[in-house]
């Protein structure tokens, strides 16, 4: 299907919707799909910026070639060298044999091991420059959004940041492409998931390259999956900053691990009585149910978190174990947080989350509950204090 989606002066949108693909990275589900997006600049010099997953590039090269309109293509510009934007480096190298590969040090390491690539190459360095005609593009080095390669490329005529995978969103388009053309408020949830699931765990980074960027003027954000931002560049930039300076909104995520029901008796317990004391934004998460991908994503959210277990074999649910081991290895911030459990004949739980939780450095709001067997009309009680501290510290 040939056509042009211009994005700004002579800057083509050439990228597409995977829909067929049901996790990406093969971690993290992907219900509405992902898009990848590429870049054309088809100036007096041509560069296409990154390219896109190779499972849905089958006319990619046609629509590259209608674009570049009977011209050669001189640069390649890699941005990151993830196989989703880099994967077809060979396909492309075939058509286009003369074309030089625009990189880092680091780019290019990465793309001798996946491809074998060490010629036709041209290394940048922070600030470096790129003339291409009327378009003048400036590269900023800005590792670890997502992987240590990762750098930015910025327009200086059109003031348009390529950004990779910086404020990038799960979801395939439908229909809109820039944000000017959807109620892009709909793409929040799909951005925070991407960002807690792919980049979170290096929000210094995030930041780090945000104070990189500060004083240029973005007119448009072009990243390598989700919206193309040119009406409000500002607010993805809001939603990243926030999301990498770990400031979760007042609420409470109640997260549980159960097998026969003790442990989802006090989560709706403690829910409840959270609600009762006027915290209106409350999930209730049954780990078994939730993949773990959502569970991040609504954990990123808020600043509360309250993690309950039923004990198995003396140990943490295997589910809410795998929940506790990527909030360690990600570190989604500073959160106030409670913990519960509940066991047959002896615990194990509540000591694994009490653990979790001070190596998280996430002050417990009260201490933590235990209940053996069912958590009757009696026994529930115990779990009023946690609620309450829950409840007061999210208000304040
Ligand atoms: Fe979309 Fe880090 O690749």
Redesign the pocket.
């Known amino acids: 299907m040939n056509f042009q989606i211009p994005v700004s002066g002579q800057i083509y949108w050439i990228g597409e919707n995977d829909r067929r693909k049901r996790l990406f990275e093969n971690i993290w589900p992907l219900p509405q799909g992902v898009a990848?997006n590429a870049y054309l600049i088809n100036d007096e010099k041509t560069a296409l910026i990154d390219t896109i997953d190779v499972s849905v590039a089958d006319d990619f090269l046609d629509r590259l070639a209608y674009q570049l309109q009977n011209k050669s293509l001189d640069y390649l510009i890699i941005n990151?060298a993830?196989p989703?934007?880099a994967g077809m480096i060979g396909l492309i190298l075939k058509q286009y044999p003369n074309l030089r590969i625009v990189g880092n040090k680091k780019t290019f390491k990465i793309l001798e091991a996946y491809f074998g690539l060490g010629e036709s190459l041209i290394e940048v360095k922070d600030g470096d420059v790129l003339e291409l005609g009327r378009h003048r593009l400036q590269f900023y080095m800005t590792p670890w959004v997502?992987?240590p390669e990762?750098m930015m490329t910025y327009d200086t005529t059109d003031q348009v940041l390529f950004s990779?995978?910086a404020f990038?969103a799960f979801g395939a388009f439908e229909g809109g492409i820039f944000d000017d053309e959807m109620l892009v408020d709909r793409y929040e949830d799909e951005a925070r998931r991407y960002f807690s699931n792919?980049?979170g765990q290096y929000s210094n980074m995030v930041q780090k390259a945000l104070a990189k960027l500060q004083s240029l003027p973005l007119r448009t954000i072009c990243p390598?999956?989700g919206p193309v931002w040119r009406e409000a560049p500002a607010k993805v930039v809001g939603w990243y900053d926030r999301w990498s300076r770990y400031e979760g909104l007042p609420g409470v995520v109640v997260a549980f691990a159960s097998m026969y029901g003790s442990a989802e008796k006090m989560a709706d317990y403690i829910a409840r009585k959270i609600a009762e004391q006027g915290v209106r934004e409350i999930r209730v998460l049954d780990v078994s149910k939730t993949h773990l991908s959502f569970l991040l994503s609504e954990i990123w959210k808020y600043q509360g978190v309250v993690l309950g277990s039923c004990t198995y074999n003396n140990e943490l649910h295997p589910m809410m174990e795998t929940l506790c081991n990527k909030l360690l290895h990600i570190h989604p911030g500073n959160k106030i947080a409670g913990v519960f459990g509940t066991y047959s004949w002896n615990g194990g739980a509540i000591k694994h989350l009490q653990q979790t939780m001070e190596a998280l450095n996430w002050p417990l709001a009260s201490e933590a509950v235990e209940i053996q067997g069912n958590p009757d009309s009696e026994k529930i009680h115990s779990c009023d204090n946690l609620a309450s501290a829950m409840a007061s510290a999210i208000k304040k």
Do not use: N, R, S
């Open positions: 990848y990151h993830e989703d934007h997502h992987w990762t990779g995978d990038g792919i980049v390598t999956h």
